[in-house]
């Protein structure tokens, strides 16, 4: 599709800072929206050193934005020009807002008074991204009278960058992008039934009533995101069924849906994921030995490992349903006297002190013990060769007395006792946390008999970390099934990334990326949709507890089959087709 804008500058508080879904959308999109524009791309977000030294290259700016940086400055706004060390490589400008935090008052004045958005009791959740992107929407407004001549548009993303788009929008044409309405999310959060109410609402061609943002707390964000949605030009989803959210929550109807996609070309081909799996299995396997094997003996080589991740929304994400599935198949496995281990891990940030100190002794002993044995196998490897030359079979191979004698001091050395952890580090409130309870509730709790257990860690993934020491992705290519069955989800980027890695994954009908697969294909392949519309919690727990058990049961040729099939569902959502609906989108502004 040909473009029909001259400039674009997209918006978001996720830019070169990483925080959600959003960072990813753009990350991922940046080289191909490059591909369209070139040079007449710019991501726009906001300036904190310790990430931008991290993400960013600062460049001189070119003439026109160095005459408006320096007017900025005087009004207390600093503005970085350089690259997104991301793939494509976009133009990037980073806005310090800090000097205009002076301004909040009136600021906040003039957004009641023009818009109505109640902000007085918001906090700096609210106050830190609206200050910032009013900093962007001065920003943009000046660029706007460098490029009088040129066709420009401003996409924002989110009503983070409300600020920005409520200060240009009679000016220039602006792309309007919700991911999820604030509003939705607090009520379904709740416990409430938002997909019922927005079906019914849509029936009856009524929107939310008035003031319902009050009783959640989410006034500020939610007048924000609906004088957004109202006032841009061309108002967008990222999913049908955030369509009709946004109608019934905002009372607009999105103009177009932009789907989520993925760089499919970043991530490896099944010939190379299958050395990979190899590789981070086994490295999940020495973790998980050295969680379990102090209290017990346990079988790893012919274990299944399954996951899920994501922010800590007990119900949105359905972490609620998974164990109580996980119980489920943790009964029926024990009744069949079933050989296989699973161990399900929940990768769901939380509050926390530090890691189990136990563990990390362990872990850190089970690194010296592999490490002990590594350099007894060459001697190992010579007796081996010589027995099996000498007398036909490798019959009477013997350990050195001194290296079985500090294999004994090194299990010596292991802190057991009692049963392991749930949990792989230290909660600051173990005792009222959300997941742990659930899985005491249902006879999770890592007893030898079990045949799930179950490690909750609530720390991101990073490659140098003391537990693990695998990044997500690498993680990912390690297992064998991800599960998310979300209540709320407006798009859902963990499942379609675990497909993208090779590697079975579960979505929900009630998540926008779930619906956008079932419009593909509808058949159990490597994603599988688990149906939730209709169905009360009990019921689809027992749905979830079922494809579960499938899996386990499936041959392993058949589960080979699968992943390939899952990664080539994921490649549907290849920006290299996607990015067309974003042309689209900046084009509908333009004319």
């Known amino acids: 599709m040909e473009p029909k804008a001259d400039v674009v500058f997209e918006?978001?508080?996720?830019?070169?800072n990483k925080v959600g879904g959003i960072y990813a959308l753009l990350s991922s999109k940046a080289?191909?929206?490059?591909?369209?524009?070139?040079q007449n791309y710019y991501a726009v977000?906001?300036?904190?050193?310790?990430?931008?030294?991290?993400?960013f290259t600062d460049e001189k700016p070119p003439e026109f934005l160095r005459k408006i940086?320096?007017?900025?400055?005087?009004?207390?706004?600093?503005?970085?020009?350089g690259k997104w060390l991301i793939p494509g490589r976009p133009n990037t400008i980073l806005v310090d807002y800090s000097g205009l935090m002076g301004m909040k008052s009136e600021i906040k004045t003039k957004l009641w008074d023009d818009y109505g958005i109640d902000s007085l009791d918001a906090d700096s959740w609210f106050d830190d991204p609206v200050i910032w992107s009013t900093a962007v929407g001065m920003l943009l407004d000046e660029i706007r009278h460098a490029m009088a001549k040129k066709k420009m548009v401003c996409h924002f993303h989110e009503w983070l960058c409300g600020g920005g788009l409520l200060h240009v929008c009679k000016k220039v044409p602006t792309v309007f992008t919700t991911h999820a309405t604030v509003l939705g999310r607090s009520i379904a959060g709740c416990g409430e039934d938002i997909h019922e109410e927005i079906r019914e609402g849509l029936k009856r061609k009524r929107t939310v009533e008035e003031r319902r943002e009050y009783k959640y707390n989410v006034q500020a964000k939610h007048q924000?995101?609906?004088a957004c949605a109202r006032y841009s030009t061309v108002f967008t989803a990222v999913s049908e069924t955030l369509a009709d959210e946004a109608q019934y929550i905002l009372g607009r109807r999105p103009d177009m849906v932009l789907p989520n996609g993925l760089d499919i070309s970043k991530f490896p081909t099944m010939e190379e994921f299958a050395v990979l799996h190899r590789k981070y299995r086994s490295k999940i396997k020495d973790f998980l030995n050295a969680y379990f094997a102090p209290y017990y003996p346990i079988t790893l080589w012919d274990c299944m490992i399954f996951f899920i991740s994501g922010r800590y929304e007990f119900r949105n994400k359905g972490i609620d349903i998974f164990i109580n599935a996980l119980g489920k198949l943790n009964t029926e496995l024990k009744k069949r006297k079933f050989k296989r281990n699973v161990f399900a891990f929940f990768l769901i940030p939380a509050g926390i002190r530090g890691e189990n100190v136990g563990l990390l002794e362990n872990v850190a002993l089970h690194k010296d013990l592999k490490w002990l044995v590594q350099e007894e196998m060459p001697t190992v490897e010579e007796q081996i060769v010589n027995e099996t030359v000498n007398t036909g079979a490798p019959e009477n191979v013997r350990f050195r007395k001194e290296f079985v004698e500090e294999c004994r001091k090194k299990m010596g050395d292991f802190k057991k006792g009692g049963t392991?952890?749930?949990?792989?580090?230290?909660?600051?409130d173990e005792k009222n946390d959300q997941i742990i309870n659930a899985l005491k509730e249902n006879s999770l709790t890592n007893q030898g008999e079990d045949k799930v257990k179950v490690v909750f860690y609530p720390s991101y993934l990073s490659g140098s970390d003391k537990l693990l020491g695998l990044d997500l992705d690498q993680f990912v290519e390690g297992t064998h099934l991800g599960v998310f069955p979300s209540y709320y989800e407006a798009w859902g980027y963990t499942p379609q990334e675990t497909a993208a890695h090779g590697v079975m994954s579960v979505t929900t009908d009630f998540a926008g990326f779930g619906n956008f697969i079932q419009k593909i294909d509808d058949k159990k392949h490597g994603i599988i949709v688990l149906k939730r519309a209709g169905k009360t919690n009990e019921e689809a727990s027992r749905d979830l507890f079922r494809i579960m058990l499938d899996v386990l049961l499936m041959p392993r040729e058949e589960r080979i089959n699968?992943?390939?099939?899952?990664?080539?569902l994921a490649?549907?959502?290849?920006?290299?087709?996607?990015?067309e609906n974003y042309v689209e989108a900046h084009n509908r502004a333009v004319k």
């Open 562 to 568: 699968l992943k390939t099939d899952a990664k080539k």
């Open 224 to 226: 924000m995101e609906k």
């Open 45 to 55: 977000g906001p300036y904190y050193e310790p990430k931008a030294g991290l993400e």
């Open 69 to 81: 940086f320096g007017e900025l400055e005087k009004e207390g706004i600093k503005c970085y020009f």
């Open 31 to 38: 080289a191909r929206i490059v591909e369209v524009y070139g």
């Open 11 to 16: 918006i978001s508080y996720e830019v070169c």
């Open 571 to 579: 490649a549907f959502a290849d920006w290299k087709v996607l990015v």
């Open 420 to 428: 392991p952890p749930l949990c792989a580090f230290d909660l600051t």
